[in-house]
């Protein structure tokens, strides 16, 4: 499985992006999609999983009701609407998948094998 994230840039304080991450290869084989970022000096962070067919999608705290995720299985894609964007949004985006099985509470990194390279976002005050 292959992913390539995309849709990054500059935006200011309460203004909007839309991420998008394109999957190639094996995607039959995905149980579970996810968002995670990094901000400078801090640990990569999850911050939305959704699970195959898109009925279910769990959000961290700090982006639940600004966040929205959705899929696309025919493409297939996974996509990132982020609205009411703080500076503190601000980190590498990171779109990460799962194939073995998908749970709410797969929240961090290492339950994920593949992931795309990640795309900035810079949110200015």
């Known amino acids: 499985v292959q992913l390539q994230a995309s849709g990054g840039g500059l935006v200011q304080a309460g203004g909007s992006l839309r991420l998008s991450c394109a999957a190639s290869?094996?995607?039959?084989?995905?149980?579970?999609m996810a968002w995670f970022r990094q901000a400078p000096g801090k640990e990569r962070e999850f911050v939305v999983i959704i699970s195959r067919i898109g009925t279910f999608s769990y959000y961290a705290n700090s982006v639940k009701g600004r966040f929205t995720i959705s899929r696309d299985n025919a493409k297939p894609a996974v996509y990132l609407q982020m609205d009411s964007l703080e500076p503190e949004d601000t980190a590498v985006y990171y779109c990460?998948?799962?194939?073995?099985?998908?749970?709410?509470?797969?929240?961090?990194?290492?339950?994920?094998?593949?992931w795309g390279q990640g795309t900035l976002v810079t949110v200015s005050s």
């Open positions: 290869g094996r995607t039959s084989n995905i149980a579970g």
């Open positions: 990460a998948a799962r194939a073995e099985d998908f749970s709410h509470t797969y929240t961090s990194a290492q339950h994920y094998a593949y």
